[in-house]
């Protein structure tokens, strides 16, 4: 997953790290794997807090302004943290490189989840790398599609890890909490 988002912000990174001067180019290259790094942990960040349905609501996006959206103003500010942490650059340099950065990605990243013909992106080993799991993992056999459809009013949970608890509760046990 992290190679597929890596080429996605390279694709994407043009003026916000490559042509950016305040990015020696000698940085490009760490600059688009802290980016890529910034919004894998921000979504388990999301995840593992309680927010999944924040970053389900992100993958479900259809249309209208992605940046205004709860998990890309997380993201976004993730990314401009640590920008400024690990290339010294100021507020106003690192925002910019977000706001132009993190929006293109998650849209192109949303476009591809939900784009039956491209399998560079699947929503379900997604989610499971961002639990920490894969299938026989904690947090891996968890049913994205069962999961979403609770959150986007598709019905009860048939997910068979759920054992009659809640999702919040099944999603709180993947975490040990």
Do not use: C, W, Y
């Not at 992106?121 to 947090?139: M, R, W, Y």
């Amino acid at each position: 997953m992290l190679e597929n988002l890596l080429d996605l912000i390279k694709q994407n990174a043009g003026s916000a790290i490559i042509e950016n001067p305040a990015i020696p180019n000698e940085h490009n290259e760490a600059a688009i794997a802290e980016t890529g790094n910034s919004i894998v942990d921000g979504l388990k960040k999301m995840i593992a807090s309680g927010n999944t349905q924040d970053v389900v609501n992100l993958f479900n996006h259809q249309g209208g302004d992605i940046a205004s959206t709860p998990a890309a103003q997380q993201l976004s500010g993730g990314l401009v943290q640590n920008l400024m942490d690990k290339f010294g650059l100021g507020q106003g340099a690192a925002s910019g490189i977000a706001a132009k950065l993190i929006p293109q990605v998650l849209q192109q990243l949303v476009h591809k989840t939900n784009d039956p013909n491209d399998k560079s992106f699947d929503i379900q080993s997604i989610i499971s790398h961002l639990a920490g799991g894969e299938q026989g993992q904690p947090g891996g056999g968890l049913n994205i599609q069962n999961l979403i459809r609770q959150f986007t009013g598709g019905g009860g949970t048939n997910d068979s890890n759920a054992g009659g608890t809640g999702i919040m509760d099944t999603i709180k046990g993947m975490f040990g909490q």
